[in-house]
């Protein structure tokens, strides 16, 4: 399985607000286990995709400074409705502050403007070099590799 | 990619407490991602672990009569990653239960390290979500999941006679 | 054990805060859980679970949040709306509401709106300083 939990950047604005999609198929294996006889998508991929969609805001506001983005907190996150494959998710996250180290957003999903998932977060952005500088050329991989998978996604 | 995220518990508390394990490895595809070059677990599957832990914890209060669905994410905070060769210890335990729901708290460690701290709700779907139908049977708890506790001894605390998870 | 109508407040202002992700001063004592603070039947249970670690006390779900005996039972309801019995029932089980408003419009629809904060710290008062 690819870890990557949306498919497309659908509008940005810088530090504000990003939407993006993410289309739900049987091909996706783990659906086979979650649950067999009734397929949909594990709430954690749901929250997943929302910190993806924060996780480009970051990275755009910051021009890419960052490798490793992850969560830091998540509260209220509250699951819906469910999510089956042949379905498609739109999310929509608000930074609500985008600061060099941290960042904190809300953010929503919908499917047929059907609730699907909403939660608040927080993330943490930093590279690997700050705690060792022989990790910098990895940093730059990483960031390299997020360049690219970011015009992938805004297409 | 199998969809579970405990490999084993090493104790098992019924209706009260449990304590499964993790490792994780460089074989786990999804790691090459989480991102290329420096795998880390994400943090969403260690809330999944979290989840599945508690969920099983919860479920055999009941027997496996409900289906036990992951319903909210009260709280959650990351204090550190985990990385392939880390072993991960997920602590979990019931809060409240009731007919119709579940609330857990706990914490993941590894070695001495605190990784980090969940609070989950858990929801008995046929209890709730009137006019959605579900499969009859409990696509929750499927052999994958009962297989965990196969020959484990439950321990219940107001009890002598532990009982044992029948295969 | 007794607590003053304050103490009681200020606990359940934290309970919700928790629960719902809401700021403090989102919650006056008017304001309506679902319609004001957006919970959902899911919160409506962790807010029962933590009143009752806060407050060392069950809550059986029926006495604070009874609403779905109500509309599930045919007598109660007529038209989108509830029957003087419904009415009365409303009375009976929710004596921590206030029904004043609502009984001159009782559209199911915005039972809802008698779960306030007020609501809650009543009730918890009552059985407070009843034990």
Not at chain 3, 67 to 87: H, Q, R
Request: include cysteine; hydrophobic fraction near 45%; glycine fraction near 4%.
């Amino acid at each position: 399985m690819r870890f990557i939990l949306i498919d497309k950047i659908v509008s940005m604005q810088s530090r504000k607000e990003i939407i993006t999609v993410k289309n739900v198929t049987l091909a996706e294996e783990y659906l086979a286990d979650h649950f067999p006889t009734f397929p949909v998508l594990p709430g954690v991929l749901l929250l997943e995709g929302l910190i993806e969609s924060a996780s480009w805001l970051v990275r755009e506001a910051e021009n890419f400074a960052h490798s490793i983005i992850l969560l830091e907190e998540a509260r209220n996150v509250k699951y819906k409705s469910f999510l089956a494959p042949g379905s498609g998710i739109v999310y929509t996250v608000q930074a609500k502050a985008i600061e060099e180290n941290v960042s904190s957003f809300t953010g929503f999903g919908l499917s047929d403007g059907q609730q699907i998932i909403e939660a608040k977060f927080a993330l943490r952005h930093f590279n690997l070099a700050e705690k060792d500088s022989a990790l910098s050329d990895v940093d730059s991989q990483i960031i390299e590799n997020m360049k690219t998978r970011f015009k992938l996604l805004k297409g | 990619m199998r969809w579970i995220w405990i490999d084993k518990f090493i104790e098992f508390q019924s209706g009260d407490h449990a304590v499964a394990v993790k490792n994780v490895t460089l074989a786990e595809e999804h790691l090459h991602d989480h991102f290329p070059g420096f795998p880390i677990m994400p943090e969403c599957l260690l809330i999944e672990a979290m989840a599945q832990t508690a969920g099983i914890l919860v479920g055999e209060a009941k027997n496996f009569k409900e289906k036990v669905i992951l319903a909210k994410i009260k709280k959650c905070v990351f204090f550190d990653y985990v990385k392939p060769g880390d072993s991960i210890k997920i602590h979990a335990k019931i809060e409240s239960i009731a007919p119709e729901a579940a609330s857990t708290s706990g914490k993941i460690t590894c070695e001495d390290k605190l990784i980090a701290q969940i609070e989950l709700m858990f929801s008995h779907i046929d209890q709730n979500l009137a006019g959605k139908q579900f499969p009859k049977e409990n696509f929750v708890f499927t052999d994958m999941f009962r297989s965990l506790l196969r020959g484990m001894v439950l321990t219940r605390p107001d009890c002598d006679t532990p009982k044992s998870e029948q295969p | 054990m007794a607590r003053s109508r304050e103490e009681i407040l200020k606990e359940v202002q934290q309970v919700l805060v928790d629960a719902l992700g809401v700021d403090d001063d989102e919650i006056t004592t008017d304001a309506t859980l679902m319609g004001d603070l957006g919970a959902e039947s899911i919160d409506f249970l962790d807010i029962v679970f933590r009143l009752e670690k806060a407050f060392a006390i069950k809550i059986p779900r029926e006495e604070l949040f009874p609403a779905e005996s109500l509309m599930n039972n045919p007598n109660f309801i007529s038209n989108g709306k509830l029957t003087k019995s419904g009415l009365e029932e409303l009375r009976n089980k929710m004596p921590h509401t206030d029904i004043s408003k609502f009984q001159n419009d009782p559209d199911i629809n915005k039972l809802g709106d008698l779960f306030t904060v007020n609501a809650i710290v009543n009730y918890l008062e009552k059985k407070l300083n009843a034990a």
